[in-house]
C-alpha cells in the first residue's frame, strides 16, 4: 500500500506539472499563428490526458503481499496461481487478489454436551491453525474466506468433542479430565488437517463444568471418600498400637516366665544342696542363721525346752549358773 501511495503522488505532481507546464506555453503560443497554435494545444491534452491515464492505472497494477499473508490471484474469476510476499505488477482489470491471513488462528469454542449417564456438561475449547499456503486455491474455491473455513472448522471440532466425551460418565470424565483433552485434540485434527487444507496447531479443553446439583454430589462423594480414608486410617493406626502392645506385653510375659523359671531352678538347686549336707551342718547353719536375726532379747516366760527356740549349744560347756562357756 505504501508503493501504491508513493506512485499516485508521484503521477500526481506530474500530472500537474504536465498541466501548468502546457499553459504557460499555450500563453506564450498566443501570439503564434493559428495553425501553430493548434497543434501545440492538441499536444497539450494529449499529454494531460496520457498523464490522467497513467495515473489512473498504472499504480494500482501494482499488488502488493505482506508478511504473514497469501494471496490467490484469480483472472477473469477464475482462480490461477498464489502470490506469497512480495510486490507484482498485474492487470488491475484482468486479474483480482484475494488476501488471506497466514498466520495462527484462534478459534475459541464453547458448547453445551452431554456424558454417556446422560449429565449435562458445559466444555470451552481454543483451537489454533493454520493455512497451508500451497492450498490456498482449494480455500479459495471451496470457502471463499477464512470466515467460512473457521465456521466450518468450529462445527466439526465440536462434533468430535461431543463424540469423545459422550463415551464416558461424567465420573469417569471428571477422574480421567488429563486423558481427554489429547483425545479430543487427536480426533479434531485427524478430522481436520487432510480435508480443510490446514494445520492444526493446538486443541486445548480448557474447562468442562457441570451443573450445580451434580458438583454438589461429587462434593459430597468426595467428603465421604475423604472421611473414609480417614476412619481406615484411625483403624489401621488403632491396630498398629494394639500390636505393638501386644508385642510389648509379649515381651514381658516371656521376661517373668524366664525369671520364674530362674527362680524355680535356683530353688532346686538350694534343695538339693540342702539335702546333701548332713545333720550337723544344718544345725550349724540354723543356728547361724539365729544368732544373725536374733535382737539380743530374751523372752520374758520360757517354757519347756527353751533350747528348741534358743539353740546355744551343747549344755556340757555351760556352768553352774547356765552360761554359755566359751
Do not use: H
Not at 276 to 289: N, T
Request: a negative charge.
Amino acid at each position: 500500500m505504501a508503493i501504491k501511495a508513493v506512485l499516485a503522488i508521484l503521477f500526481a505532481l506530474c500530472a500537474i506539472g504536465a498541466g501548468v507546464g502546457g499553459g504557460i506555453w499555450l500563453r506564450k503560443m498566443k501570439y503564434a499563428n493559428a495553425n501553430k497554435r493548434k497543434w501545440v494545444g492538441i499536444g497539450t491534452v494529449s499529454a494531460t490526458v496520457l498523464f490522467v491515464l497513467l495515473f489512473a492505472f498504472i499504480p494500482w497494477n501494482i499488488r502488493v503481499v505482506e508478511t504473514g499473508e497469501v494471496a490467490v490471484v484469480k483472472e477473469w474469476g477464475d482462480a490461477k496461481y498464489v502470490r506469497t510476499a512480495g510486490t507484482y505488477w498485474d492487470n488491475m482489470f484482468s486479474k483480482k487478489y484475494l488476501m488471506y491471513n497466514s498466520q495462527v488462528q484462534q478459534i475459541d469454542i464453547e458448547t453445551e454436551t452431554y456424558s454417556s449417564d446422560g449429565q449435562t456438561m458445559n466444555i470451552q475449547m481454543v483451537i489454533q491453525y493454520q493455512i497451508y499456503a500451497d492450498k490456498a486455491i482449494q480455500i479459495a474455491n471451496n470457502y471463499g474466506d477464512l470466515t467460512n473455513l473457521s465456521s466450518r472448522i468450529k462445527v466439526v471440532s465440536i462434533e468430535k468433542a461431543k463424540a469423545i466425551l459422550a463415551q464416558k460418565p461424567a465420573m469417569t470424565i471428571i477422574e480421567t479430565r488429563a486423558e481427554i483433552s489429547p483425545a479430543i485434540e487427536t480426533s479434531i485434527r485427524s478430522a481436520i488437517t487432510d480435508s480443510y487444507c490446514v494445520a492444526i496447531n493446538t486443541v486445548v479443553l480448557t474447562d468442562i463444568s457441570f451443573t450445580d446439583a451434580f458438583e454438589k454430589t461429587v462434593e459430597d462423594k468426595m467428603i465421604a471418600e475423604q472421611e473414609k480414608l480417614k476412619a481406615q486410617f484411625e483403624k489401621e493406626k488403632a491396630i498398629i498400637q494394639a500390636e505393638q502392645a501386644l508385642e510389648v506385653a509379649k515381651k514381658e510375659a516371656e521376661a517373668v516366665i524366664e525369671k520364674s523359671k530362674g527362680d524355680a531352678e535356683a530353688l532346686e538347686i538350694m534343695q538339693r544342696a540342702w539335702s546333701a549336707l548332713s545333720a550337723e551342718v544344718k544345725d550349724a547353719m540354723l543356728k547361724q542363721q539365729f544368732y544373725e536375726k536374733w535382737d539380743g532379747k530374751l523372752p520374758e516366760v520360757l517354757g519347756g525346752d527353751y533350747s528348741l527356740i534358743f539353740p546355744l549349744g551343747d549344755s556340757s560347756n555351760s556352768n553352774d549358773n547356765g552360761e554359755q562357756q566359751p
